[in-house]
């Protein structure tokens, strides 16, 4: 890669998140001075939109690469791991920050978000799903702090926070479990809303399984855009074979949809001429194609398909929390939802904003070597895998 | 007791004096043009609908086991003991679960204030708790909408249904649906028709999210033990292995 084009590349991304910005601060400006009205196309049939589908269903689930594997690292000792663990846990991090972010846009009353912590109610899921996400963000808050501690050389901070780093690990497994499984479970209370080609009493095994599913790919697609933004070398062997175990995964996920399926006899649906079928096929495609490639070791062991494999699972993970959340609910409304331009502004400038930060980080903290950092890696050469958390 | 209202859309005549009177108990603005909407809004707590020459009353049917209530993550919902669904604007976040999971479509979000509530019918639970009639069935000047003890209101509905079979579709919504209503309803044609919704199943929906949140002491302590006892062995692997390695060190 001709360092060149790689800074033309960059300059025209970073034109594009520029635009994207403005955008997205204008919109804030709408959402702020004229509401959730003038900022959305929503409505009293059909109050959660792209704001809930996107940013904090498909945000929470992309950021489950970091609990699996910070389990896979410390629980599991599954040491070579470690060289992509602090990318993923910068990427959960940064997910439940950009989550917490979109809800204060979402909400209507964004300055009471912390009244669940005080104002309880246990029957509630979305209770739970407060007090877990509010939890594991700290959770992960603690597990990349030593990043920064090592970058000011702050040894005995260092020393401190590793002596609570396993049952840390633990804790945040078990918060995200619960909550990946939960954000399924809010949808359990629709049954006669939720379109039966998604609706099962399954939906929070499902969204588990498909989150770790999402966490596996964005692991595979942050790692290989980190490689050619930092000219830093692919771990291309760890990489595969994590694209084989999305692979197993992702059969285990559609085994059980579609045995969910069969059993509930939703399966004769699929001959309805819906939009709702229509959108079920893409869905399953963009799971199922890049699941028989992965099998595959011509695919596995080459980074681009590897890659392209991994964006299908990430699109295909999308598409199932938006049927979920909004074109399986459309029809039961008796309304018709697209997002007004100001909520995808605000969706897409999130989005920049993460990769923004993520970039920024990238460059000031030792996210993918320990100090001391050498200047300019030079790319095509090996980062040694060495232990990630320096004493 | 828990109180009730029963409907009879068999004796409503459209005047549309209930939501006047509903407007002014609840301070929202009331005019024709507000009359002529036949849909539930912020500013419109209850409305008659229009079917051909028969109505069918909206408004929120203060569920006995509310959805609404169980999902609020603050509680502002409540259920009070003499039946009202009380919502309190103080607690609320606006996060708009409970319109979502209301199974009647019936809360309503103030979507263009910068600071919204919710807004729904409170079955006045102010005057209820005075031990007065809701506003709508005080000014109700054919006795469509009837308010009182839910036990007796069942009892005159069915007494109604048995004197004149001819006149009345034989069901009273609002008994089983979604584990029971305080609003009772009685029609001449089936409930359809009138845009009530039938599907609904006769359980309480709170009890479909309560399965899955009652999982989790157990799926946190199961995870907490299998993650602990997975760490200690994938550990003490390694640790057997160096003191192998250390043993076979001092024999060579």
Redesign the interface.
């Known amino acids: 890669m001709m360092p060149n084009d790689n800074r033309q590349q960059l300059s025209f991304w970073q034109a594009i998140a520029t635009v994207v910005m403005v955008a997205g601060f204008y919109a804030s400006y709408v959402r702020i001075t004229q509401g959730l009205g003038g900022a959305t196309n929503l409505s009293d049939q059909f109050p959660w939109g792209l704001w809930i589908g996107f940013d904090i269903l498909c945000g929470v689930g992309l950021a489950a690469g970091g609990f699996t594997l910070a389990a896979t690292v410390h629980i599991f000792n599954i040491e070579r791991y470690k060289a992509i663990l602090r990318p993923a846990i910068l990427t959960a991090f940064l997910g439940y920050l950009l989550v917490v972010l979109a809800l204060m846009f979402d909400l209507g009353l964004p300055y009471r978000i912390w009244h669940p912590l005080v104002m309880w109610n246990p029957h509630s899921v979305m209770f739970e799903v407060g007090w877990c996400v509010t939890l594991y963000t700290t959770v992960l808050a603690l597990e990349f702090v030593p990043v920064v501690f090592e970058r000011f050389r702050w040894t005995k901070a260092l020393k401190i926070m590793r002596a609570f780093l396993i049952p840390l690990v633990i804790l945040g497994v078990i918060l995200s479990t619960l909550h990946q499984s939960s954000l399924g479970s809010l949808y359990l209370i629709v049954p006669e809303k939720l379109y039966p080609l998604w609706y099962t009493p399954l939906l929070p095994l499902m969204f588990f399984v498909s989150a770790l599913c999402a966490g596996l790919a964005m692991t595979i697609f942050e790692s290989w855009q980190s490689s050619k933004a930092f000219g830093k070398h692919l771990e291309l062997p760890l990489l595969s074979s994590m694209g084989r175990v999305l692979a197993v995964l992702l059969s285990v996920y559609m085994t059980l949809r579609f045995v969910d399926l069969w059993n509930r006899g939703a399966l004769r649906l699929l001959v309805a001429r819906r939009t709702e079928t229509y959108l079920f096929a893409l869905e399953i495609a963009l799971f199922v194609v890049p699941m028989f490639l992965l099998f595959r070791k011509r695919v596995y062991s080459n980074p681009h398909a590897l890659y392209g494999s991994a964006v299908l699972v990430l699109f295909g993970f999308v598409a199932n929390r938006l049927n979920v959340s909004v074109t399986g609910i459309e029809a039961a409304s008796g309304t018709y939802y697209f997002p007004k331009w100001t909520e995808i502004a605000v969706t897409l400038a999130i989005v920049a904003l993460g990769f923004t930060i993520f970039r920024f980080a990238c460059k000031h903290l030792p996210i993918f070597a320990p100090l001391p950092v050498v200047e300019r890696v030079p790319s095509r050469v090996p980062v040694p895998s060495v232990p990630v958390e320096a004493d | 007791m828990p109180k009730a209202i029963l409907y009879d859309s068999t004796m409503c005549v459209g005047c549309r004096l209930c939501e006047k009177a509903c407007a002014e108990h609840h301070t929202l603005p009331y005019n024709d043009d507000i009359a002529k909407e036949e849909k ?3 500013h419109k707590l209850t409305a008659i609908t229009t079917h051909g020459d028969k109505f069918m009353r909206r408004f929120c049917m203060n569920c006995v086991s509310p ?1 609404c209530a ?7 919902l409540k259920k009070s003991a003499l039946g009202p669904v009380t919502y309190d604007s103080t ?7 409970c ?3 209301c ?1 009647y ?1 019936v ?11 919710v807004k729904k019918c409170d079955m006045c639970a102010d005057r209820v708790a005075m031990g007065l009639q809701t506003a709508c069935a005080e000014a109700c000047p054919t006795g469509a909408t009837k308010f009182g003890e839910r036990d007796e209101l069942i009892a005159e509905a069915r007494q109604r249904l048995a004197a004149n079979p001819g006149q009345y579709y034989s069901k009273i919504y609002g008994l089983e649906e979604v584990g029971g209503t305080s609003m009772l309803l009685l029609s001449a044609v089936p409930f359809e028709e009138l845009g009530v ?1 039938v ?3 006769h359980e309480p ?2 009890m ?6 009652s999982e ?1 002491p157990t ?2 302590s199961v ?2 033990v299998l ?2 006892g ?2 200690w062995i ?2 003490r ?2 640790e057997v292995a160096a003191a192998e390695q250390a043993e076979r060190e001092k024999k060579s």
């Open positions: 539930l809004s912020a959805t169980s999902v609020c993550p603050v509680a502002a607690r609320c976040i606006g996060c708009r679960y319109m979502l999971a199974p479509q809360p309503t979000y103030q979507w263009n204030n910068r600071l919204p509530v919704k599907s609904l199943p929906l709170p479909l999210t309560w399965h899955a949140l989790i799926i946190v995870f907490g993650l602990g997975v760490w994938s550990h692997k390694e």
